[in-house]
T-cell receptor, first 114, second 114 residues
């Protein structure tokens, strides 16, 4: 079985300050992990993915995430928040079984204050 | 733009009715997934098709069905609609449906049941 826990349902930061969105996963197999972002009334956009290569993964728009197997974590970070980063962020896991569907975390809503 | 096209964007109908949601995957993608996003259930996987064949089933109700056509577009059919079926329905596609391949999402169809 696989599961994902996003530790914060809401995160609020000031523009220009660092962003940290936390994600822990549970998987019996080596997982593939993804972060997606959803802006209001839009679909999900892939930010980055981890698929057993480098543990530090760089994504679009200055985001990056570090895979830590010992902590079963895949936290998303950005050095400096921008107003346009305000959105819902989903941590997602998939494992190599017959079922190819993604398992989504419950989401973290990021608010960026001016 | 993800390259995944969903129509219609909005659908308003009444209980007991039947609707069809359409999805065109990205060019070259063979696998199509359907997801339901609601406030109380979050994002849930419904069903996956690969090159015209059903590959995996998730939390899809018996009132719902889907198919993928030879040109790789897919349709999700929802019948005997209930108020609780009101949600955002997403289609996603990936190249070959492997667990470590990212899925690319359309902008969704918002279904409102009156």
């Amino acid at each position: 079985a696989q599961s994902v826990t996003q530790l914060d349902s809401h995160v609020s930061v000031s523009e220009g300050t660092p962003v940290l969105l936390r994600c822990n996963y549970s998987s019996s197999y080596s997982p593939s992990l993804f972060w997606y972002v959803q802006h209001p009334n839009k679909g999900l956009q892939l930010l980055l993915k981890y698929t057993s290569a480098a543990t530090l993964v760089k994504g679009i728009n200055g985001f990056e995430a570090e895979f830590k197997k010992s902590e079963t974590s895949f936290h998303l970070t950005k050095p400096s928040a921008h107003m346009s980063d305000a959105a819902e962020y989903f941590c997602v896991v998939n494992i190599d079984t017959g079922r190819r569907a993604l398992t989504f975390g419950s989401g973290t809503r990021l608010q960026v204050q001016p | 733009d993800s390259g995944v096209t969903q129509t219609p964007k909005h659908l308003i109908t009444a209980t007991g009715q039947r609707v069809t949601l359409r999805c065109s995957p990205r060019s070259g993608d063979l696998s199509v997934y359907w997801y339901q996003q609601s406030l109380d259930q979050g994002l849930q996987f419904l069903i996956q098709y690969y090159n015209g064949e059903e590959r995996a089933k998730g939390n899809i109700l018996e009132r719902f069905s889907a198919q993928q056509f030879p040109d790789l577009h897919s349709e999700l059919n929802l019948s005997s609609l209930e108020l609780g079926d009101s949600a955002l329905y997403f289609c996603a596609s990936s190249v070959a449906g492997r667990y470590n391949q990212p899925q690319h999402f359309g902008d969704g169809t918002r279904l409102s049941i009156l």
